[in-house]
């Protein structure tokens, strides 16, 4: 068996749709022993987690499965392990910096 990471991507639609389209990109990890089967189990997962609610506007929200837009395998498990890049281009370089010192202070685990 050989492990994955595939990038899943689902379309959030709020009531009508009449806002700014809204996609959720989850990384989720694969074991399967070709990557055909990984592609089709990532498929699967995508499929059964599409889901719908009334939110407090009581409109419906759904989440609609797009894809399986990315397959990646992993080498190996072990700590460190790279499992997904993304290289990332800013206008702005000092404010994505700041983006990110934020992003980890609300994770709230440093000392």
């Not at 994955?4 to 700014?20: C, E, M, P, Q, T």
């Not at 837009?69 to 404010?95: C, K, M, Q, R, V």
Request: charged share 20%; glycine share 6%; net charge negative.
């Amino acid at each position: 068996m050989n492990w994955y990471v595939a990038k899943l991507v689902f379309r959030v639609i709020s009531g009508n749709g009449d806002h700014n389209a809204q996609f959720d990109e989850q990384l989720r990890l694969i074991n399967a022993d070709s990557e055909i089967q990984a592609f089709e189990k990532a498929s699967l997962i995508g499929h059964a987690n599409q889901d719908s609610f009334m939110n407090v506007q009581k409109q419906t929200v759904k989440w609609q499965f797009i894809d399986v837009a990315e397959l990646n395998p992993i080498s190996g498990l072990a700590d460190g392990t790279e499992l997904y890049y993304n290289i990332h281009e800013a206008p702005d370089p000092d404010l994505y910096i700041a983006w990110a010192h934020h992003k980890s202070a609300l994770l709230g685990v440093k000392n």
